[in-house]
């Protein structure tokens, strides 16, 4: 876990103490206002998380806090969620004790109709706004079709009270990493450090009840709007209508299904803010090679985990992992990381990629449990001991598509090991959710 800065505290009007963190040393600032509970320090567990703020930071000074009754900072007396002006005031007690005159807001969730009240109100205080997957208003109205449905809004709070414990609404809040165990445990604790389970009710109820459509034609800031185009949970729409209704929005598509700030490729979150607030997008230093993508994940492990038990299942993870390190050490590969009950491995060749990915399922398939694969060469990007680029959601996307017991590879692998004896069979076309056009997939076939 990279250093966690240091925790400091400002008090508000009325006495409350306020947490909040500062990362970076300008020129510019920037204020981080999140779904409607957080707690700071938790935010650096998670390495995405991390590795995003540690971006924003590399430009200017970003600062995050946890309004009253969340996280860190002191509880609500005699009620327990405060309100939006309350919201809006922790966010100014903050700046004042950072002596930041003037910053602009990155807005997510539940943050966004805050950061839109803070615009209009402070006018000479903030700069700008970047609003992330949110919305002015989140319930369905007569003159707002594109809202939620009232029977959608109870069901999300039933799940609410249900799972508030073990993760709320993990698989549309990250659906890209909802198989990746460490997420799913770090998303409940996140939640649970925040705030407890009356208050979290309470806080989703209010946000169900904002409206602040009659605030935007007041925000004459540059407003740069984001919005993921497969978000479930805050469909894009929402998105589309706070861009056409503010004086001096912009609209800007990102692809992706991932509603939380968290997951999924952050330089396509960070590039356009960064752009956006100072004009030119980070040149990163970033070692380009050609290598072979391999993605693993093991079929219906949900279901197996469930049929087995704790114990059974941690041992057969633990066969996994022995059968996966032997496989892609034996191939002159190099495990990137596990994912969820999968891996991320490369190699500098498609036909030792395609070797490992096969003695992996032979190995796995011995002990009853079948996995899946899918492979793909391409220019990637090297990130100390991360790999990233569009070569790496190709591959991934292509395990996605993968059978029971099946090794699953794009076209380009195919035409790399042409000589060598490896059979396929022609799956066909296939859109690759994310990636424009379409793309030929081939099955390794078996001996």
């Not at 040149?283 to 492990?301: E, G, K, N, Y």
Request: aromatic share 8%; proline share 5%.
């Amino acid at each position: 876990m990279p250093d966690v800065p240091q925790t400091q505290y400002a008090e508000n009007a009325d006495g409350l103490n306020i947490a909040y963190q500062v990362v970076g040393d300008g020129p510019i600032d920037m204020a981080l206002l999140p779904m409607q509970w957080s707690t700071a320090e938790l935010y650096w567990e998670e390495p995405v998380v991390a590795r995003l703020f540690r971006r924003l930071s590399s430009f200017g000074r970003l600062i995050l806090f946890d309004k009253r009754g969340c996280g860190l900072s002191d509880p609500v007396h005699q009620r327990a969620i405060p309100t939006v002006e309350e919201w809006v005031d922790d966010l100014m007690t903050v700046l004042d004790a950072v002596g930041s005159t003037t910053a602009h807001l990155i807005g997510s969730d539940a943050g966004g109709p805050v950061a839109l009240v803070a615009a209009a109100t402070h006018t000479r205080r903030i700069a700008s706004l970047a609003l992330f997957n949110t919305f002015a208003r989140v319930g369905r109205a007569p003159d707002y079709p594109i809202g939620r449905p009232e029977v959608l809004q109870e069901y999300i709070l039933a799940v609410n009270r249900r799972d508030f414990a073990t993760g709320v609404f993990a698989d549309f809040m990250a659906p890209s990493r909802f198989a990746d165990p460490a997420l799913r445990a770090w998303w409940a604790r996140f939640g649970r450090h925040s705030v407890g389970p009356g208050a979290a009710e309470q806080m989703q109820r209010a946000v169900f009840a904002l409206d602040v459509r009659d605030v935007l034609p007041a925000v004459h800031q540059p407003a740069l709007v984001l919005h993921r185009v497969d978000d479930e949970y805050v469909r894009v729409e929402h998105g589309r209508y706070l861009a056409e209704h503010l004086p001096n929005g912009t609209f800007v598509e990102l692809p992706g299904s991932d509603h939380l700030f968290v997951t999924e490729d952050i330089d396509e979150l960070a590039d356009p803010i960064e752009e956006f607030l100072t004009g030119a997008r980070h040149a990163p230093t970033v070692d380009r090679v050609l290598a072979t993508v391999v993605f693993t994940d093991v079929v219906s492990s949900t279901e197996r985990a469930a049929e087995l038990g704790d114990r059974r299942w941690k041992e057969l993870l633990d066969h996994h992992d022995d059968v996966a390190a032997r496989a892609i050490g034996r191939f002159r590969g190099r495990q990137v990381k596990h994912t969820g009950d999968g891996v991320l491995a490369v190699f500098d060749g498609p036909a030792r990629a395609i070797s490992a990915a096969v003695l992996m399922g032979d190995g796995m398939r011995d002990v009853g449990l079948e996995i899946r694969s899918g492979v793909h060469t391409a220019e990637i990007e090297l990130r100390g001991d991360d790999i990233g680029g569009i070569g790496v959601h190709v591959a991934a996307r292509v395990a996605g598509l993968a059978g029971a017991g099946e090794v699953l590879v794009s076209r380009t692998v195919v035409d790399l090991v042409a000589g060598s004896g490896i059979a396929f069979e022609d799956r066909g076309e296939y859109e690759l959710k994310g990636v424009p056009g379409t793309a030929r997939l081939f099955a390794v076939s078996p001996e």
